[in-house]
């Protein structure tokens, strides 16, 4: 317990986990970025928008994740970064959420190919966890 409160792991800590949400933004993103096309597709899949907001989001939503990603692992801005990634968690948990209560039988498109038939359910535990990560990083203010 001693450990947990100690200033330096926390610090360490929060600079692991920024690396992490910073990799995974950037690592999503990137891929994304290769095929818009395909991504535009899994956005349709959950039903929420109209197809030409589908087509428009999966040519910018990309490139904002790698760009809050490279920002949260640089520094700069990262405070901005932080509240971008919160939105997009808390926006993708819901459309998740959505998915799952519909009954949608679909992948959540998060790394575009590299991970396919994730489904729902665990797409959404693992951004609840990232949420968790967030929610961190912000009580860390004079370490982010």
């Known amino acids: 317990m001693t450990l947990l409160l100690n200033p330096r792991f926390q610090g360490l800590l929060a600079l692991g986990l920024r690396v ?5 933004f950037v ?4 891929l994304k970025l290769f095929d818009p096309a395909a991504f535009a597709v899994e956005i349709d899949r959950y039903q929420l928008i109209p197809w030409w907001s589908c087509a428009l989001l999966a040519l910018l939503l990309p490139w ?5 990603g490279i920002s949260l692992l640089t520094r700069w801005l990262s405070r901005g970064a932080l509240a971008w990634v919160t939105a997009l968690l ?4 819901l459309a998740l959420l959505s998915a799952m209560l519909r009954g949608l039988s679909i992948d ?8 396919q038939s994730t489904g729902t359910f665990w797409p959404l535990v693992r951004n609840v966890v990232l949420l968790g990560i967030t929610v961190f990083l912000w009580w860390q203010p004079h370490r982010l």
Request: aromatic share 12%; proline share 0%.
């Open 20 to 24: 992490v949400l910073a990799g995974l």
């Open 27 to 30: 690592v999503a993103g990137g």
């Open 64 to 68: 904002l994740e790698v760009c809050v």
């Open 90 to 93: 808390i926006v993708f948990s």
């Open 108 to 115: 959540c498109g998060c790394f575009g190919r590299l991970w």
